[in-house]
């Protein structure tokens, strides 16, 4: 199985900070990575696809990039709704593999 | 607009079984395939299995093969997850989710139905 290492665990942060979390596979994927948003008590939202290919409908001070084993989620500009844990995930076949997460909380 | 809706969670005692389903609308279901994923309390994210379309393709973790059975309906736009010889730590929050593009990718979560095994 394709392992998913995100880092950091926890991103301390303020509103207005540029914010990046990486993701790492054990083997390379391509460019077939996802990022997830998941807010407490809700289902993991899409943010981005194909890693760095923008879901319809999410702002754009989201971006993703990266391909082979090595990739990043960047937020220009960190809003209040934006705290929260993201999630990577490859999706080389249907058999995909998450990230342990990422929490981004208030400094 | 494209939904959802997961259904079947309970509580359940170790050895038992419980069957969970979700209903999808808004999209030809019979086209997309689709998966469960499960959570567990203050956890990350577990791929539990996926069936494609026309239920040709059958997909299994580890975690789960040989106890759990993945299913769907075209005529009822369901999906269908049979858990038999439930554990504790089976114990999560499970979530219908459609896959799409090629390879395909997550799009759509349900909101989650949760399932505790406990004596």
């Known amino acids: 199985d394709i392992q998913m290492t995100q880092s950091p665990s926890t991103l301390s942060a303020s509103v207005g900070d540029r914010v990046t979390i990486t993701c790492r596979a054990s083997e390379s994927i391509s460019n077939r990575l996802a990022w997830y948003q998941q807010k407490p008590g809700k289902a993991p939202k899409l943010l981005i696809y194909?890693?760095?290919s923008l879901e319809s409908g999410v702002p754009s001070r989201f971006s993703g990039s990266g391909s082979g084993t090595e990739f990043t989620l960047t937020v220009s500009s960190l809003q209040p709704e934006d705290f929260a844990t993201y999630y990577c995930?490859?999706?080389?076949?249907?058999?995909?593999?998450f990230g342990g997460g990422t929490k981004v909380e208030t400094k | 607009e494209v939904q959802l809706l997961e259904s079947g969670g309970d509580l359940a005692q170790p050895g038992e079984s419980l069957r969970l389903s979700c209903v999808a609308s808004?999209?030809?279901?019979?086209?997309?395939?689709m998966s469960w994923v499960r959570q567990a309390p203050g956890k990350g994210l577990e791929w539990l299995s996926a069936?494609?379309?026309?239920?040709?393709?059958?997909y299994y973790a580890d975690s789960v093969k040989g106890r759990f059975t993945i299913s769907r309906d075209n005529s009822k736009d369901t999906l269908y997850l049979q858990m038999n010889s439930l554990r504790a730590d089976d114990t999560a929050i499970y979530y219908c989710v459609k896959y799409k593009g090629n390879p395909p990718f997550f799009d759509v979560w349900g909101q989650g139905t949760m399932v505790t095994v406990s004596s």
């Open positions: 995930q490859q999706y080389k076949s249907y058999s995909v593999t």
């Open positions: 194909m890693a760095s």
């Open positions: 069936i494609s379309g026309d239920t040709t393709g059958i």
């Open positions: 808004g999209f030809a279901f019979g086209t997309y395939a």
